[in-house]
């Protein structure tokens, strides 16, 4: 506003000067012409009529001075006009001169025809200050500096009410901690940025309280987890030194294996998951997924008969190791609820390759085929068939295929459950 007012007062300035300039002007020429008539009726005088805001002088035709104010009775010529045109008069803006010094003055030249040859009259009047006048500056100052300020209170007034959502906003995530993310900041009711900044920042809480919540719940059914082999272990170990001379060391070594065996499990999924969470990037090698999975088959006998059907044409790039814990996971998993045989598929279908891992065991109620892939979820059907898992080795692999781009799945089944991994095929 500081600014506009300033551009504003210099073209007011402008107008108001040069309209001034022109009826100084005016004025001069006014004067001038009631001089002139003077000479004609009354003929030549011996003196002008003193004024406060005009000088005059009057020249005879060989150039000497006949008549002028009393303040340039005996001053130069007021002006310098060389050899002016004798049918109309000039007017010039002229400063420092020796009548004047330190002073702009208009100065007219004006011919009078008379029939002694041509005679000249000049005549000076105060130029206009650049501010015109004293009492035009200070208004126009004044209603400026009053405009800024009324537009500073305005602007503060309108700035501090918007902002107030702003205020309520800070306080209500001041007062936020994680041990309580149940809060939630006011919204506006204005359809504004200041809105959907509530509403982004009422999403992220969101998102902040399911992920504490996520972490929480982990945390305590991984402490669950880990906690019974060490049961087990103590247990175990406690038994044996109060009748040591009763124990089976042996026996009581293989007890301690099995639970060791369980426990070392339970800590690589955890390790994976920290890494899967973490976002640690893997290797994107060309795999022909029909070929890994031959290789993966061969490596290690199962209980229960495998059936092949590999297409060699699915080819994806990922990273071989991860691909490599997906399948495992999910035949450790068919090979515990299978009754006795795995289907394992390959194939392209169109620029996705699949594969099926299928058993013939009991299969899972449609309603909770998404549970499974929750971490540490076990079906009491699980539980009680197969005590020693981890509870984490479909959430890994659903995870492993997340960060291929592609999906995992279980799919309707004649008999026993089908798993489906779809992953975006190379090419």
Not at 127 to 142: Q, R
Not at 175 to 184: E, M, P
Not at 376 to 394: I, Q, V, W, Y
Request: hydrophobic letters at 40%; aromatic letters at 6%.
């Amino acid at each position: 506003m500081a600014l506009l007012c300033a551009v504003a007062s210099v073209f007011i300035l402008l107008a108001i000067h040069g309209n001034a300039t022109d009826y100084r002007q005016q004025q001069l020429v006014s004067d001038a012409v009631r001089i002139v008539q003077q000479v004609r009726r009354k003929g030549i005088p011996t003196a002008i009529r003193d004024s406060d805001d005009f000088s005059a002088q009057l020249y005879n035709p060989v150039g000497t001075l006949v008549a002028a104010t009393p303040d340039v009775k005996n001053a130069p010529p007021l002006g310098d006009f060389g050899t002016p045109d004798i049918d109309t008069y000039a007017i010039r803006h002229l400063c420092d001169m020796p009548s004047f010094p330190g002073e702009c003055q208009i100065v007219l030249a004006f011919p009078i025809d008379l029939a002694n040859g041509v005679w000249w009259l000049y005549a000076a009047s105060p130029g206009v200050p650049w501010y015109v006048s004293s009492p035009l500056l200070g208004t126009i100052a004044g209603g400026s500096l009053l405009l800024v300020l009324l537009t500073m209170l305005g602007a503060y007034r309108t700035v501090n009410r918007t902002l107030e959502p702003v205020d309520a906003i800070t306080d209500k995530l001041a007062k936020i901690t994680t041990s309580d993310l149940s809060q939630r900041v006011p919204v506006p009711h204005f359809q504004d940025e200041l809105r959907r900044l509530a509403e982004t920042a009422n999403q992220t809480l969101d998102r902040a309280e399911a992920a504490v919540e996520h972490q929480r719940r982990f945390a305590s059914d991984a402490s669950h987890d880990l906690r019974s082999p060490l049961t087990a272990m103590r247990a175990e170990v406690e038994e044996a030194l109060l009748h040591p001379d009763e124990t089976d060391w042996q026996e009581t070594g293989k007890a301690l294996l099995e639970s060791l065996e369980r426990l070392q499990y339970l800590v690589t999924d955890l390790l994976q998951i920290a890494r899967l969470d973490a976002g640690a990037p893997g290797r994107h090698d060309p795999i022909d997924l029909a070929e890994l999975v031959e290789s993966e088959l061969d490596r290690r006998p199962r209980d229960v008969a495998v059936t092949r059907r590999l297409t060699p044409s699915a080819v994806i790039n990922g990273d071989r190791f991860r691909l490599a814990r997906l399948l495992t996971n999910l035949l450790d998993n068919a090979e515990r609820h299978a009754d006795s045989n795995v289907t394992v598929i390959v194939e392209r279908q169109g620029n996705t390759a699949v594969l099926e891992v299928v058993d013939d065991g009991g299969g899972i109620p449609p309603d909770q085929r998404e549970i499974v892939f929750q971490r540490f979820a076990r079906l009491d059907a699980a539980r009680s068939r197969d005590a020693g898992g981890t509870g984490l080795g479909l959430s890994i692999a659903r995870q492993i295929a997340e960060t291929h781009g592609g999906s995992l799945t279980l799919e309707d089944s004649p008999r026993g459950a089908r798993f489906v991994l779809r992953i975006p095929a190379a090419g």
